[in-house]
């Protein structure tokens, strides 16, 4: 779902989590992925736990620079739980 605004991983959790509910999550980003430092992602990732899946705002530049993380256009992505 393609979200019209601005924001940031951490400020969209807390719009899903308003919206939603849920449980407010967060995932390390130096560990998964290859990073082996905060160099490339050091923020990790905030998320909503919501029953099986993990509701999310992410980007859709994977590759964006570090600084450019703190304020991204990006959709509300939602995953299920295995």
């Known amino acids: 779902m393609k979200v019209p605004v601005r924001s940031n991983c951490l400020l969209g959790a807390i719009a899903i989590k308003r919206h939603v509910g849920g449980k407010l999550d967060w995932r390390p980003g130096w560990r998964r992925g290859g990073w ?21 705002y ?13 304020w991204f256009r990006g959709y509300v992505k939602i995953t299920r739980v295995k």
């Open 36 to 56: 082996k430092g905060f160099v490339g992602n050091p923020w990790g990732h905030f998320r909503v736990r919501l029953g099986n899946t993990i509701w999310s």
């Open 58 to 70: 992410s980007t859709f530049d994977k590759d964006m620079p570090m600084w450019n993380q703190l």
